[in-house]
């Protein structure tokens, strides 16, 4: 049993940062292939043109609970949000930590905000306002599901790079809000 309380411990550690968000599907709310039909297994095989052979969205019944974004079809590929608050190096013991998943600077953000900080990449970094700026349209049932669930996707496909990318380096289509936000 410790042994479980163990690893319990660190898998927590690890979900606190926003970086690292699997998806972990509610097994109550119904996920279906956009066309409707059952969730296939190889639906995440790549296709010739980059994209996966299908994509999940919820089911037409969850996504009649209501939304609560708009419905917008189409996002522009623009790079990470560049961070609004002052970096800092890590310290010892965050190097120790992180330097598995490549963490190298830290934002921290002004007391009374929702979460403390985040931690940021090389990667991450490199990627702040550089996107391809190419649009991208998805189809509805997809659209539709972001507008239930914000947070449903962590990635999604950008048609002027060929292959997905995590959906904070878009914004929807004629404003400033960040996909997946
Ligand atoms: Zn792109």
Known sequence: MSENGDSDHTDKEWLEHDCIKPMRPDPKVQVVMCDGSPVTDDHKEIKDNGQQKGYVALSDEERAKGFVRPV???????????????????????????????????????????????????????????????????????????????????GTFCVGCGTHLPVDEFLWEGTEERVGS
């Open 72 to 154: 917008r079809e189409a996002y522009v590929h623009v790079g990470k949000e560049a961070p609004k608050y002052p970096l800092r190096d890590l310290t010892e013991s965050e190097k120790a930590r992180y330097s598995c998943v490549g963490f190298v600077r830290y934002e921290k953000y002004p007391s009374g905000s929702d979460t403390i900080g985040k931690f940021w990449t090389q990667d991450d970094l490199n990627k702040v306002g550089k996107g391809c700026g190419v649009r991208t349209v998805m189809a509805l049932p997809l659209a539709e599901t972001y507008a239930r669930d914000p947070s449903f996707y962590s």
